[in-house]
């Protein structure tokens, strides 16, 4: 910041000392009122990702395996993109709180008053930038936990069962020293050794009937 003095065209009043003198203290308290209200940001937000978290923990899906491939993905992707807002909105939080530890070189030392003028404005930014990221990952987080409550879940893995009585679907297939048992939807279904049987990767009909 430069400063340029040059004589003024009246003589200064009362009123004009008492404004400078207002714009004095208004810009040394700017950098701790920017400072506090970044702590107090950082705070609320934190407590409210704290909450989203622990409201998508006590409720839904607590493993994304068990929605569909596409859905998983999805969510995977919106997992790590409030990730990303939500590591750069504390980032910018602590910065605007608390500052970068940087040391100024004696060759560049300038009057506190417009060191401080700056660092406020810088913080000031950092704060709007940490809001609207912090913000995001929380839009993000609350997608993602809606798309684990109400995304499909994933298809069971199937096995078509040919045997002379018919076909059946079955997820599992159990075999003993007597023949074997199909789990299917409708229950457990008994396989007799004694009857010829084909085992083949569930089609577009077991696909349709889980």
């Not at 003198?21 to 407590?47: C, D, I, K, Q, Y």
Request: hydrophobic share 45%; glycine share 12%; aromatic share 2%.
């Amino acid at each position: 910041m430069t400063l340029r003095v040059r004589p003024a065209d009246r003589q200064a009043t009362p009123a004009d000392l008492a404004l400078a003198r207002a714009r004095e203290s208004l810009v040394r308290s700017e950098l701790p009122r920017v400072r506090t209200a970044a702590v107090a940001w950082r705070n609320g937000l934190a407590g409210l990702l704290v909450g989203l978290l622990g409201f998508g923990l006590v409720k839904g899906r607590s493993d994304v395996s068990q929605l569909a491939s596409g859905w998983a993905l999805a969510v995977g992707a919106l997992l790590a993109l409030a990730l990303v807002c939500g590591g750069s909105g504390a980032l910018r939080l602590m910065r605007a709180g608390h500052g970068l530890p940087t040391v100024t070189p004696v060759s560049q030392l300038r009057s506190q008053l417009a060191a401080d003028h700056e660092e406020a404005l810088r913080a000031a930014a950092d704060l709007r930038w940490g809001i609207r990221a912090t913000l995001c990952c929380a839009g993000l987080l609350v997608i993602a936990v809606g798309t684990t409550w109400y995304g499909p879940a994933a298809a069971d893995p199937a096995l078509q069962i040919t045997t002379p009585a018919g076909t059946e679907c079955a997820t599992r297939l159990t075999l003993g020293p007597s023949g074997g048992v199909l789990t299917t939807k409708e229950g457990p279904v008994p396989l007799p050794s004694s009857e010829p049987v084909t085992v083949r990767p569930g089609g577009t009909a077991c696909e349709q009937a889980s």
